[in-house]
């Protein structure tokens, strides 16, 4: 099982740009699936994004297209979330999450009802827009 360690959070105001990071470590599949989700105060986790480590197959959530990029650097064991022209709804705290590789990735790995299971999570790091 992985560990997960999310990085890259804070302060910033509206407009402007984050890339997050989320380092992995420890024993696992060779191949896996590394998503983003968020948590708003007050509010359900929701997907952002997730990527295959094997082939950097991605998808997105249509609240995230256009302004989430997510990247893999396998070397690195690490993944990013670039999120740029943030708005105050993106105020949250980010979480990453590894899961196996399933035969076909498709949106699943970004809907929490779907049925794929993560097996480990980061303990998030907050993300505040304001000005």
């Known amino acids: 099982q992985l560990q997960l360690v999310e990085s890259g959070g804070g302060l910033v105001q509206p407009g402007g740009s984050l890339r997050l990071s989320c380092a992995a470590s420890g024993s696992g599949s060779d191949y896996y699936v590394i998503g983003w989700f968020r948590q708003a105060s007050k509010k359900e986790r929701e997907g952002i994004s997730c990527i295959s480590s094997l082939d950097g197959a991605a998808y997105y959530a249509d609240s995230a297209k256009g302004r989430f990029t997510i990247s893999t650097d396998n070397a690195k064991n690490t993944v990013y979330l670039q999120i740029y022209n943030l708005k105050s709804e993106d105020t949250g705290v980010y979480y990453c999450?590894?899961?196996?590789?399933?035969?076909?990735?498709?949106?699943?790995?970004?809907?929490?009802?779907?049925?794929?299971?993560?097996?480990?999570w980061g303990q998030g790091t907050q993300v505040t827009v304001s000005s």
């Open positions: 999450a590894a899961g196996p590789l399933p035969r076909s990735l498709n949106t699943s790995c970004i809907d929490l009802d779907s049925g794929y299971e993560y097996d480990s």
